[in-house]
């Protein structure tokens, strides 16, 4: 269908269109218009990507004159293949309406393990090794030397994409990593190399938050993109803590002892040079001297990560004169690194901020702020000069690089916290120095400085204000959307106590009372009885699960549960997992039903789906804290307090139900779908911790439903299952349509929208 939205005509290419769909392309045009930034929650299920994706590329095609590039981030490799094929969908429709005009190059933008097509290169198990392959074989030196002579093994790919010079594009279409890796196949081109030559020209990139977050990734493939963009955080919840990590660097023991082997091998390359090829490390001192740390553009096969600092706190200035010869510099590192050994070998935890930390290493090694800064940028000359290619290997220097960079380079929002043991196995030895931000607007101001409009999204942005304040901005628009249903196919409840009337908590001093685990494992029991096909579980942590499955088995409930229904359980293994998952579909597939146990902020959490008979009811046991005495965690509620004024409270709860809201948010994935949630935990009945849920949630969640026992749980969930068992009237009663179609559109006029939603 297509529509007007004031002075844009939307190509939408389903024929109904729900009405909070309609209202979120409204909000989302004003932004746009406004050219500022906006927090938009929407339910799950509601069509969120396709309404994004189709607003936005209609306004693109309604204002050629201003073309607006689109640069949409997922979380997943997963969520990228999904967003590709809905794009797809649409552009085929366009083109049918609006014939070559509505012609657009979108592509997806991966990791080389993703999109790689030698063999050879493959055969690496992770990404750090597929992409020091890749550059064994595509290096300048290396390609110089296959040159001269032909025993030189190099990549096929990457030569006829070389060869191809300009006339290396892709024509308009939309592409996902198979297409790419396809097309490479097909022409002898190396997909990687093609993609990111393709990004600059492109009208949509799909790629993962790290590439415009991490400015390590964002400064080698994001730093071309044109400010006329549209940046959308897609599942958003989470920014935050993506934001905190990009700029957080761990160093343990065998970060060290790796670091001095590669010191060792990096002064063996030296004294190579010097004997064989003196005037190549000269030639780099000359250049450091006039202050250009970098030899121009690197040809794209050289390019390594970049400066781990954010691109306006780089210093655009020479090399300090101490580190600008190779011995000298590393010297310098082998210092550093000593004195980071002496560190770790303490018996208490220490925390300091980094000015302090810095004029420590003054004191003790030497090293001022301004030769820390450079280490980044200087490693990074080093290694082109000795033509390192097996950078996998050098993953130890590089990270105590990265730390010393960034602590040369902020003086707050930083802490640097040394740690003798883990605080859950104190008896093992295992110091670390974490170097973690506390500040997430640190990390994403770029980005709200450098595009025209942000639009953070997801189905779980509750409490909604809080982000502006965390991420230090101002939206333009901050929306809550609902969900309008014709049924009442959500049925959360909030369960306070077992049928023996003793209240149920995860809190600490209750979470190991056997009352506590026996009524969890009755509520279970009785509800794998009535609720057909497949049950979710969620626990707030692995330990807690593996104690409590191991409560039940001892006392026999499990097996009691198991002749009901097939359990299946989330480890930490990700191989493990996924054969559970895919077994426990097998069990609900054909008929025998299952349970699955899972774990909040899992990885099954945050992105697997459990729609229609997969998950019809999901049970989350307890409230999702983080570990509070985490040191770090308590670092960053400090600075939290003293710099945004938010209070410890308001951020463990906001964080602990927004995890809780992602858990049970996974059984609703469309309007026809039904499924029930029960909050198991006394803590939810609470007004301050529940007004936190989004408002979707919220609006089902009725007065008689906030403080039940197992067995009044029990009978509202045969009740809604009876309900839900009757004919479905999909597009509503002409009173409440929730399916509008072309005509109603043209009927209606935006009050009335405005009215449906409230």
Same mark, same amino acid.
């Given at each position: ?16 269109? =729900? ?447 809080? =982000? ?115 077994? =426990? ?142 004919? =479905? ?30």
């Amino acid at each position: 269908m297509k529509f007007q939205i004031e002075d844009v005509t939307v190509y939408f290419p389903y024929d109904h269109i =729900y009405p909070e769909q309609y209202a979120y392309m409204l909000e989302l045009k004003r932004s746009l218009d406004a050219k500022g930034h906006c927090l938009l929650e929407m339910p799950t299920g509601t069509g969120k990507t396709i309404a994004l994706l189709s607003l936005i590329t209609s306004y693109t095609l309604s204002k050629p004159q201003t073309p607006l590039k689109l640069i949409y981030c997922t979380r997943t490799v997963h969520e990228m293949e999904k967003t590709l094929a809905e794009l797809k969908l649409l552009h085929d429709y366009q083109l049918r309406h609006l014939g070559p005009q509505a012609k657009i190059l979108a592509l997806g933008l991966s990791s080389r393990k993703n999109l790689c097509v030698n063999s050879t290169v493959l055969a690496a198990e992770n990404r750090d090794s597929v992409d020091a392959a890749c550059r064994k074989l595509t290096a300048t030196w290396v390609r110089a030397l296959a040159a001269e002579s032909p025993d030189v093994p190099t990549c096929d790919f990457f030569e006829q994409f070389d060869k191809a010079g300009p006339a290396a594009v892709l024509p308009p279409g939309v592409y996902t990593l198979q297409d790419l890796r396809a097309v490479g196949k097909e022409k002898g081109w190396c997909p990687y190399f093609l993609a990111r030559h393709m990004v600059q020209f492109a009208n949509v990139i799909v790629y993962s938050y790290q590439y415009l977050l991490d400015p390590k990734v964002a400064g080698i493939i994001s730093k071309e993109m044109q400010k006329e963009s549209v940046v959308v955080f897609d599942e958003a919840h989470n920014i935050d803590n993506v934001c905190i990590e990009a700029l957080s660097v761990s160093v343990r023991r065998q970060t060290l002892e790796g670091a001095r082997r590669n010191l060792n091998k990096m002064r063996q390359e030296i004294d190579r040079f010097k004997a064989t090829d003196a005037g190549r490390l000269r030639a780099e001192y000359n250049r450091l001297v006039d202050g250009l740390a970098q030899r121009g553009n690197l040809p794209i096969s050289d390019t390594w990560l970049a400066n781990p600092a954010l691109p306006d706190d780089i210093l655009k200035e020479a090399v300090p004169g101490n580190i600008r010869r190779a011995e000298h510099f590393l010297h310098v590192l082998r210092r550093l690194v000593q004195y980071l050994e002496g560190r770790l070998e303490t018996e208490n935890v220490e925390k300091e901020g980094p000015i302090g930390f810095v004029s420590s290493i003054m004191t003790h090694a030497g090293i001022d702020q301004k030769t820390l800064k450079f280490c980044y940028d200087r490693l990074h000359s080093l290694m082109l000069t000795l033509e390192i290619t097996d950078t996998d290997e050098f993953l130890h220097i590089q990270t105590i690089c990265d730390f010393a960079t960034l602590v040369g380079t902020y003086a707050r929002g930083f802490s640097i916290i040394i740690e003798p043991f883990d605080e859950r196995m104190p008896h093992i030895p295992d110091p670390v120095l974490q170097l973690s931000c506390h500040d997430a607007s640190l990390a994403i101001k770029p980005v709200f400085d450098r595009f025209q409009s942000v639009v953070i999204t997801s189905g779980t942005l509750s409490p909604i204000d809080l =982000y502006p304040r965390l991420l230090n901005f101002n939206p333009v628009v901050s929306r809550s959307f609902t969900m309008s249903l014709t049924r009442d196919c959500i049925c959360p409840m909030v369960l306070t106590r077992g049928s023996d009337q003793l209240p149920v908590s995860t809190k600490f001093d209750m979470r190991s009372d056997l009352g506590v685990v026996r009524n969890y494992g009755r509520l279970l029991l009785e509800m794998v009885s009535v609720v057909p096909d497949g049950i979710v579980c969620f626990f707030v942590s692995y330990s807690y699960m593996d104690g409590i499955v191991n409560s039940w088995n001892e006392t026999g409930i499990l097996k009691e549960i198991m002749q009901h229904k097939l359990v299946f359980i989330e480890t930490q293994d990700v191989v493990e997992t996924t054969l559970a998952l895919d077994n =426990y579909r097998k069990a609900c597939d054909c008929g025998r039903g299952a349970v699955f146990f899972s774990v909040a902020r899992g990885k099954v959490a945050e992105g697997i789906d459990f729609d229609r008979h997969y998950g019809r009811l999901v049970i989350m046991f307890g409230v999702p804290f983080q570990y509070t005495l985490s040191k770090i965690l308590l670092a960053r509620l400090e600075y939290l307090r003293d710099t945004f004024q938010i209070k410890e409270g308001d951020f463990l709860t906001f964080d602990a139900l927004r995890q809780a809201a992602q858990c049970v948010g996974r059984v609703i994935r469309s309007k026809a779908d039904y499924g029930m949630m029960i909050f198991a935990d006394k803590r939810y009945s609470r007004h301050d911790k529940r007004s936190k849920l989004p408002g979707w949630i919220l609006s089902h969640l009725r007065d008689a439903h906030l403080n039940l026992s197992t067995d009044m749980a029990l009978h509202i969930a045969r009740e809604f299952l009876r309900k839900m068992a009757q004919p =479905y009237d999909k597009a509503g009663s002409s009173g409440r349509k929730t399916l509008l179609s072309q005509e109603d559109l043209e009927k209606m006029s935006d009050r009335i929208v405005e009215e449906m939603l409230y």
